[in-house]
């Protein structure tokens, strides 16, 4: 089966600046997730979605940050505007639907983000 | 709060060395537990996971780990690394929904 498919790979911006990055999970999952891994960390829950409803977001930024899953499959994240501390790779993961006890995530590439 | 601790940030061995990595959770409860691996310029892929039965787990590539549940660790291990297990390693918690991440290892094989 295809992976977690994630554009762009990488992005170069100016802080105060917008930018989105686009996930199509792996087809069938219901719950996606966006996590951020900053350099010399393991990564960091971001934003929760099963289907195209939020789950958890309690660590999501709001005011710069926003995310949709507006159709229950692919999903963006935002950031608007930018800081130097959101120099990051942004990771999608997603899950399968309806298989109880089985946790597992499966991430595509990430996003590297570079916020000069 | 609760926290997933890997105890190394690098480790350098060489080839056909043995591997242990350590990881400890803070979480309480029912847990579902991962080791994860990033080659270079690749993205996160499972090496193991553990739901519930044996604590031994046999993974890929010839990697296990061993649930202990009274120390609340799930050391990772290879009897003989190649040079090709050159990668970050994170373990992971899944507990009330979520996973958790620790801050990784970076394992560098020498030749």
């Known amino acids: 089966e295809a992976g977690v498919a994630q554009s762009p790979r990488y992005k170069i911006i100016e802080k105060r600046q917008s930018v989105a990055f686009w996930c199509n999970p792996i087809s069938g999952h219901a719950t996606l997730y966006w996590y951020q891994q900053i350099l010399g960390q393991g990564p960091k829950l971001l934003i929760q979605?099963?289907?195209?409803?939020?789950?958890?977001d309690s660590q999501l930024p709001k005011d710069r940050f926003s995310a949709e899953r507006l159709k229950g499959v692919d999903s963006t994240l935002k950031i608007q505007p930018a800081k130097l501390e959101d120099s990051a790779v942004y990771l999608c993961?997603?899950?399968?639907?309806?298989?109880?006890?089985?946790?597992?995530?499966?991430f595509g590439p990430g996003t590297r983000l570079t916020v000069l | 709060a609760q926290s997933v601790s890997q105890h190394n940030h690098h480790v350098i061995l060489s080839e056909a060395a043995s591997l242990e990595l350590g990881c400890n959770y803070s979480y309480g409860g029912t847990v579902n537990l991962f080791w994860y691996v990033q080659y270079p310029g690749q993205h996160l892929q499972l090496l193991l996971k553990?739901?519930?039965?044996?604590?031994l787990v046999k993974g890929i590539k010839g990697f296990e780990a061993e649930f202990i549940k009274s120390k609340f660790s799930f050391n990772l291990r290879k009897p003989s690394v190649q040079w090709s297990d050159t990668a970050e390693y994170f373990c992971?918690?899944?507990?009330?929904?979520?996973?958790?991440f620790g801050a990784g290892t970076t394992v560098t094989v020498r030749a």
């Open positions: 992971a918690v899944f507990n009330d929904y979520k996973l958790s």
């Open positions: 979605f099963q289907n195209n409803g939020v789950v958890d």
């Open positions: 553990y739901f519930s039965g044996d604590p």
């Open positions: 993961a997603s899950r399968r639907t309806g298989a109880s006890g089985d946790n597992e995530q499966f």
